[in-house]
């Protein structure tokens, strides 16, 4: 996997490639360099290798600032909250995190309106293949692309896009983004069960262990934060099975608000807790 | 290079520290707010918290650090504030199964101990006894995890025993109404708690059953030995304003 040191150079040449104007090459570096210094002061304390989110409050964004009655795109305000992913993903690989999971679609948001979810998972596709083009950042940092839910249930071109991406960033050695669609925990122990009575053999039992090997985050760190933004107190299916000594976090902000600044509070509120939950997990790994 | 790194790293460290003394600033700020908000409730100045509405609020999960849970007089004095506002089920969980080993410490200590059935210990299998009119439910880590494992092996037994040709080749397929009956049929099907208040140093479920937190709202209350009847009041009355949208 690429050092942070490595992923810094990799954005600061993406950002000279990209920036068209002087000054905004110039501010943009400005702010690489504020943000690199930063998280050299974070980094005297543990960095979580893992940070999971969900993304609450985008409607509820685009209702506040009237967006919906302006604008002649009902969804400005999950456009609004793509931005504000792109950005944490970036700071979070930036931090060193190696891991971000996102609760894009669950399988509850299908009791929405068929308008809304043909809106969403339109929105979805353009997406995925706006970040697993050739030329984006996350390509230019070997950005392992990750889909975990029931594919199945998704609409055609969205899965079609959803498994380009992942084919195409397969082998990608460096951080990972695990994006939840057609997901919810329950649903996913339940696929893991399935899996796990299938490979049975003879009079074996299936063991907790073997529930773990076939979850869809197999293979993947468990969660050391889960954000929930607009201040919501419920985990709503994500992640349930994962989180056993999980920070549970919910700031205030909605999520198209979300920005550096409480990227950075939440990592600082995780290093306040880091010993206390580092000492229950390996209480209970010393039990196993 | 070298000497840079030797002059940086103390700066940082400084640096660190001061952003750390900043939100601990912040934690003592909102502590006092919270401080005030609860000698407001209990002084009885506002009317709203002396009748709260607990319709929506069926089953309540409580998470304590096993080192709290030792402290057996704080849980029941906890038991009581929730019997005496209420609650009518009552989940306490804690990582270790420290309070499923005291259940007998609650029946001794209650009032009227012929208020208080208990069931035999049983370390991997929840307990479940009356108290002052309140249902409560002791379960730990074991009812987690391992119980869902101990549900698959129960649903896994039932496959093969119908098991014909056609479904041979089709593969298990199971529903999450099949997983909860499968958890029932194991001695695991406890409800799916509304709120969830945990009392520990940090806002964690610890392992709480995965199955049943699916909508369950978390909200976190310090440390046990500085709970205050006015924070659960509290608590209880900002659920009753919730409202959920189940994903739509």
């Known amino acids: 996997m690429s050092t942070i040191s490595e992923r810094f150079s990799i954005l600061q040449s993406h950002l000279e490639k990209n920036c068209k104007s002087k000054i905004s090459k110039i501010s943009g570096y400005v702010g690489f360099i504020m943000r690199k210094l930063l998280f050299s002061v974070l980094s005297v304390g543990p960095i979580p290798a893992h940070v999971a989110i969900i993304m609450d409050g985008n409607r509820r964004f685009a209702k506040r600032h009237s967006l919906l009655q302006d604008s002649i795109d009902p969804a400005s305000g999950h456009r609004l909250g793509f931005r504000s992913l792109i950005s944490t993903i970036q700071y979070s690989f930036e931090m060193g995190v190696k891991c971000v999971t996102v609760y894009a679609f669950s399988i509850d948001n299908f009791k929405r309106s068929p308008q809304e979810v043909q809106l969403l998972m339109d929105l979805m596709r353009e997406k995925i293949e706006e970040m697993s083009a050739e030329d984006g950042v996350f390509q230019a940092l070997h950005v392992k692309i990750n889909f975990w839910g029931n594919l199945e249930l998704l609409t055609e071109p969205t899965r079609l896009s959803a498994k380009r991406a992942m084919d195409t960033t397969v082998h990608n050695k460096g951080p990972e983004l695990s994006v939840c669609v057609a997901y919810t925990s329950t649903n996913e122990i339940t696929h893991a069960i399935e899996a796990s009575v299938s490979e049975l053999k003879g009079k074996d039992q299936v063991q907790v262990s073997d529930l773990e090997r076939n979850l869809y985050s197999a293979g993947c760190v468990e969660p050391d934060i889960i954000i929930r933004t607009s201040g919501e107190t419920r985990l709503s299916n994500f992640l349930l099975w994962q989180s056993d000594f999980t920070h549970l976090q919910n700031p205030k902000p909605l999520w198209p608000e979300f920005s550096l600044r409480h990227l950075v509070w939440a990592v600082l509120e995780y290093q306040r807790v880091y010993a206390y939950l580092k000492n229950k997990k390996e209480g209970i790994e010393k039990n196993k | ?248």
Not at chain 2, 87 to 97: A, C, F, N, P, T
Not at chain 2, 103 to 112: F, G, Q, T, V, W
Not at chain 2, 122 to 138: C, R
Not at chain 2, 139 to 157: H, Q
């Open chain 2, 1 to 248: 290079m070298i000497e840079a790194s030797v002059i940086a790293s103390p700066i940082l460290g400084v640096v660190f520290c001061l952003l750390h003394v900043i939100v601990s600033l912040v934690h003592a700020w909102s502590h006092l707010v919270h401080q005030i908000q609860c000698l407001i409730i209990s002084s009885g100045l506002l009317s709203k918290y002396q009748n709260i509405n607990l319709n929506r609020l069926r089953h309540l999960a409580v998470v304590i650090d096993s080192e709290d849970a030792k402290n057996k007089s704080k849980v029941h004095q906890l038991l009581c504030w929730l019997s005496d506002i209420g609650v009518k089920y009552v989940i306490l969980y804690d990582i270790e199964g420290v309070m499923k080993k005291s259940d007998k410490a609650y029946e001794k200590s209650s009032a009227n101990p012929s208020e208080t059935k208990c069931m035999d210990f049983a370390p991997n299998m929840p307990l479940i006894f009356d108290m002052f009119g309140m249902t409560v439910e002791i379960i730990s880590y074991t009812d987690g995890k391992e119980a869902v494992a101990k549900g698959a092996n129960y649903l896994c037994s039932n496959y093969l025993k119908n098991q014909d040709d056609t479904l041979n080749k089709l593969g298990p397929k199971f529903t999450e109404p099949d997983i909860s009956s499968a958890l029932k049929a194991v001695g695991h099907d406890g409800p799916e708690p509304d709120l969830l208040l945990v009392y520990g140093p940090a806002r964690c479920h610890l392992g709480f059953p995965a199955w049943r937190l699916r909508y369950t709202e978390i909200v976190h209350m310090g440390p046990l030995t500085s709970m205050k009847l006015s924070a659960v009041v509290k608590v209880l009355y900002d659920f009753s304003k919730k409202h959920q949208n189940y994903g739509k």
